[in-house]
């Protein structure tokens, strides 16, 4: 490694790799079929103080740093996927821009529950029409008096039925693109807002997806997060955290079905002998290993840029494009190790394959991923 760990990013990976295998992934399988909302093990890593991990104290966070978060992270991303989505969408995402951008009241009544686990977090930014260009969503956000009047609709909102908390972007100047967007914090329960029903997906059944609707949904003027037109700002902002966030899911996904894979292989006898004695095997099994480590390394870097508070756009969209693309390689490997047996749902290689895949769209697809290196890079910005 580059850098060596700290004794307390070594003491907190530890405790939640232990914490994960024991009380996390037993029920993994389980969840996958039932789609179940993982709201025990939330609760769980809440008293673990993993809901607000990057929170500082005074705020009821753990004031940890981002490489204790990612390495946190793939840990739970190794024992269920769709818990650790919640988990990142919920640190990454809500709290961090609650963090940087929130008053002290918001602080006080948003950011105070959600470190503490007592709320869940959502992030609404992607409409029907409005993926990959969120400049042009058309929820609209009227000023009336001291509240604004929210209408529209939100797509794929992770966590949009079980969230008490949103975060949702609206133009409350339609005329501009990105400059027209603001940033509010929603509470479930408030009159106009809706969860519609849940997407049936591939993977990651046990979080939800939802669309959110706004129907003349009035939010008091203090729950705007920002200036008026930050929205946008605040928004990418956020998703370079969570693009980091992406990339620690798809390492413990990738090293989960790498576990998998040697156990199998070393198990499983063919022609006379264990599989994992042959060559075509244990040169996938290497291939698995060697790109793991090279996305392990750009998260770990990233993180570490984070943490030294430079400007790590770029290493976050380097580090998600890698490593998403990576555990789709890895996890189809893994399934090809197992045969016949990876196709079925007995065996975990199934349910990795199908959660991975989602690793390369949401949070900006790995195209959208390659505009923003591009970007940097024909702009002759240093990255190396
Ligand atoms: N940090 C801070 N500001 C940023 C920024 C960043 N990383 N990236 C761009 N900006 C700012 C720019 O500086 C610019 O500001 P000024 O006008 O003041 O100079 C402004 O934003 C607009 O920048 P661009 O002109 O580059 O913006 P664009 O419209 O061309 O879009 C984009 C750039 C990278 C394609 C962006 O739209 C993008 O990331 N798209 C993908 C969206 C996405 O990831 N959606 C995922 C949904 S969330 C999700 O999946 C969550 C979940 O539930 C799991």
Redesign the pocket.
Known sequence: MVFKLTDEQIMIHSMVRDFSREVILPTAMERDKTREFPADNLKRLADLGLMGMMVPPEYDGSGADAVAYVLALSEVAYACAATA?VMS?HNSIVCESILHYGTETQKEKYLKPLARGEFIGA?A??EPLA?????RQLTSAKKDGDHYVLNGTKR???TGKNADVVIVTAKTDPSGR??GISAFIVKKGTPGFSSGPLEEKMGLCASDTTDLVFEDCRVPAENRLGEEGMG??IA??A??S?RIGIAAQSVGVARAALDASVKYAKEREQFGQPISKFQGIRWMIADMATEIEAARQLMLSAAAMKDRKENF?TQASMAKLFASEMVNRVTAKALQIHGGYGFIKEYPVERFYRDARVFTI???TSE?QR??ISNHILQDKRVL
């Open positions: 989505v969408v992030f930014l992607t993926g990959s260009d969120p400049s794929f909102i992770t990105h400059k946008f700002t990418m902002t998703l370079d969570g756009t949401y949070e900006g959208i505009v923003v």
